[in-house]
């Protein structure tokens, strides 16, 4: 006789708990954990309970040669750049971005694109009526036979419809409205969506078609609740953008079938997304000559070489209350090299605001931008403008010494046809033709010696209301 046992399962990271509890064991996070569905105990199965897929007999490994089918071109260049080429078969993907973002317009241009080449598919909305969803395909000139669409919520009726439709993709908008009722879990609950994604899984796994799962992220950038969902599908896609910002990133943080790291880039127009082929251009398109506290880096997405602005800004604060915040960078190291400009470069900035933006919401990770910040804070604390056909390339230590980039050579193969001829960056660093390579081996170096107008930054003495905030 099978008995059965209540679980428990923490909405946040998926961890499962023999009880319920206040504060997620694992992530630590409060009020996250839930009650599962009642699961009869039997015989082990899947990792959610449900019964394990039938393993196919083993064979010789050099037998699977010419069995891999090819991938499925969309037709839209920067959605097949992150795929490396585009769809799988059989694979699923999970599409991850804040509500507004523009998740449902890509995908139904992705659709469109598929079904120029004469693939089939269906879109399931499971939360814009066929009205709303016909208004944007108009729109986006996405009315396409082999294109079907369904506003349903039902997982059974959708896995059904796709089965018989038989189509290549199936796209489900979104993977949290949806729900099982075989399931018994809660609708809604991370049991449920979970279920629902296995299910999903499975049906790819065993003939079915690709599947595409749109998922909801929260303020601090988890996929709401079902962030368990990372590890069951194949792909994860991260779609993001500023709300007030036309430019949209696309980025593949988990890939099966190839490497991560390249970004896609779109301009939201009034007619969908529009790909942008010349980023370097994009990013500088507001920059303002001119201005002190712009200095322009050479990132790397990829293998996509981008030139970003740089701006900081450079205030008095209120006594006792100087703020450090970045964004498109990381505040941890902006505060460690404001120490370094302060103790190796004699840049003080105590009693000073300091802000650094990377311009159109392009997020920094790599330490080669350090230089390229540093120098647009002194340039923002003193005033002296950068001069404006100059690159800065460079990682800056602890003791101020300036260390070489990987990739110089590819980050810079745009920025002599964008108007740049010269490079600050270590000596010894790789640059493309037609650049003049400025060679610093220090940060003070780099402040004092290569810029002309901006020589070592005097100490800063500024006065607010009647009190010297900084000395
Ligand atoms: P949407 O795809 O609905 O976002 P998500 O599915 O991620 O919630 O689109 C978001 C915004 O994009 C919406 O506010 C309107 C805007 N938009 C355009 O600017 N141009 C267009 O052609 C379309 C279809 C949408
Ligand atoms: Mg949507």
Redesign the pocket.
Same mark, same amino acid.
């Given at each position: 006789m099978s008995r059965t046992r209540t679980t428990f399962r923490c909405r946040d990271c998926g961890a499962a708990a023999p009880r319920w509890a206040g504060r997620c064991a694992t992530c630590g996070e409060w009020n996250t954990v839930e009650e599962e569905a009642t699961v009869p105990d039997g015989p082990p199965g899947g990792a959610d309970g449900s019964p394990r897929r039938p393993e196919a007999a083993p064979v010789e490994i050099g037998v699977l040669a010419g069995l891999d089918e090819p991938v499925m071109p969309t037709g839209l260049a920067e959605f097949d750049r992150v795929l490396a080429g585009g769809l799988t078969p059989a694979s699923v993907t999970l599409l991850a971005g804040e509500?507004?973002t523009g998740? +449902?317009?890509l995908l139904l241009q992705v659709l469109a694109g598929l079904a120029a080449g004469g693939r089939r598919s269906l879109l399931v909305s499971a939360?814009?009526s066929l009205a709303q969803v016909h208004r944007r395909a108009d729109r986006l000139g996405a009315l396409c036979p082999g294109l079907w669409v369904a506003a349903d919520t039902d997982l059974g009726r959708i896995r059904a419809a796709a089965s018989r439709l038989a189509v290549d993709v199936l796209v489900v908008? +979104?993977v949290q409205t949806v729900s099982d009722p075989a399931s018994g879990s809660p609708p809604g609950s991370v049991a449920q969506v979970r279920a629902c994604a296995q299910r999903l899984v499975d049906d790819a796994k065993s003939g079915g078609p690709a599947v595409v799962l749109?998922g909801h992220v929260t303020k601090d950038g988890s996929i709401a609740g079902p962030r368990v969902l990372e590890h069951l599908v194949d792909t994860v896609l991260t779609f993001e953008g500023e709300r007030h910002d036309t430019l949209r990133m696309l980025r593949a943080v988990k890939h099966r079938f190839g490497p991560v790291g390249e970004l896609g880039l779109w301009e939201m127009t009034g007619a969908g997304l529009s790909g942008v082929t010349d980023a370097g251009a994009l990013l500088l398109a507001d920059r303002r000559p001119g201005t002190p506290g712009s200095v322009v880096f050479p990132a790397l997405e990829g293998r996509r070489p981008l030139l970003v602005e740089i701006q900081a800004l450079v205030a008095p604060a209120a006594p006792g209350t100087a703020r450090r915040a970045a964004s498109g960078y990381e505040t941890g190291r902006l505060t460690q090299l404001l120490a370094v400009l302060e103790r190796r470069a004699g840049l003080a900035l105590g009693g000073q605001d300091v802000y650094v933006s990377a311009v159109g919401g392009i997020r920094l990770a790599d330490p080669g931008a350090d230089l390229a910040v540093a120098l647009a804070v002194a340039s923002a604390a003193t005033g002296r403008v950068v001069d404006e056909d100059l690159v800065v390339l460079g990682e800056v230590g602890l003791g101020g010494e300036l260390r070489r980039v990987p990739n110089a050579a590819r980050r810079l193969a745009d920025a002599g046809r964008l108007g740049f001829g010269r490079v600050l960056a270590p000596a010894g660093s790789a640059v493309a033709d037609g650049l003049a390579l400025l060679a610093a081996g220090t940060l003070e170096e780099a402040l004092d010696g290569h810029l002309g107008r901006l020589s070592r930054p005097p100490r800063l003495r500024v006065v607010t209301g009647g009190h010297p905030s900084a000395g």
């Amino acid at each position: 006789m099978s008995r059965t046992r209540t679980t428990f399962r923490c909405r946040d990271c998926g961890a499962a708990a023999p009880r319920w509890a206040g504060r997620c064991a694992t992530c630590g996070e409060w009020n996250t954990v839930e009650e599962e569905a009642t699961v009869p105990d039997g015989p082990p199965g899947g990792a959610d309970g449900s019964p394990r897929r039938p393993e196919a007999a083993p064979v010789e490994i050099g037998v699977l040669a010419g069995l891999d089918e090819p991938v499925m071109p969309t037709g839209l260049a920067e959605f097949d750049r992150v795929l490396a080429g585009g769809l799988t078969p059989a694979s699923v993907t999970l599409l991850a971005g804040e509500p507004g973002t523009g998740k +449902s317009t890509l995908l139904l241009q992705v659709l469109a694109g598929l079904a120029a080449g004469g693939r089939r598919s269906l879109l399931v909305s499971a939360e814009e009526s066929l009205a709303q969803v016909h208004r944007r395909a108009d729109r986006l000139g996405a009315l396409c036979p082999g294109l079907w669409v369904a506003a349903d919520t039902d997982l059974g009726r959708i896995r059904a419809a796709a089965s018989r439709l038989a189509v290549d993709v199936l796209v489900v908008d +979104s993977v949290q409205t949806v729900s099982d009722p075989a399931s018994g879990s809660p609708p809604g609950s991370v049991a449920q969506v979970r279920a629902c994604a296995q299910r999903l899984v499975d049906d790819a796994k065993s003939g079915g078609p690709a599947v595409v799962l749109v998922g909801h992220v929260t303020k601090d950038g988890s996929i709401a609740g079902p962030r368990v969902l990372e590890h069951l599908v194949d792909t994860v896609l991260t779609f993001e953008g500023e709300r007030h910002d036309t430019l949209r990133m696309l980025r593949a943080v988990k890939h099966r079938f190839g490497p991560v790291g390249e970004l896609g880039l779109w301009e939201m127009t009034g007619a969908g997304l529009s790909g942008v082929t010349d980023a370097g251009a994009l990013l500088l398109a507001d920059r303002r000559p001119g201005t002190p506290g712009s200095v322009v880096f050479p990132a790397l997405e990829g293998r996509r070489p981008l030139l970003v602005e740089i701006q900081a800004l450079v205030a008095p604060a209120a006594p006792g209350t100087a703020r450090r915040a970045a964004s498109g960078y990381e505040t941890g190291r902006l505060t460690q090299l404001l120490a370094v400009l302060e103790r190796r470069a004699g840049l003080a900035l105590g009693g000073q605001d300091v802000y650094v933006s990377a311009v159109g919401g392009i997020r920094l990770a790599d330490p080669g931008a350090d230089l390229a910040v540093a120098l647009a804070v002194a340039s923002a604390a003193t005033g002296r403008v950068v001069d404006e056909d100059l690159v800065v390339l460079g990682e800056v230590g602890l003791g101020g010494e300036l260390r070489r980039v990987p990739n110089a050579a590819r980050r810079l193969a745009d920025a002599g046809r964008l108007g740049f001829g010269r490079v600050l960056a270590p000596a010894g660093s790789a640059v493309a033709d037609g650049l003049a390579l400025l060679a610093a081996g220090t940060l003070e170096e780099a402040l004092d010696g290569h810029l002309g107008r901006l020589s070592r930054p005097p100490r800063l003495r500024v006065v607010t209301g009647g009190h010297p905030s900084a000395g």
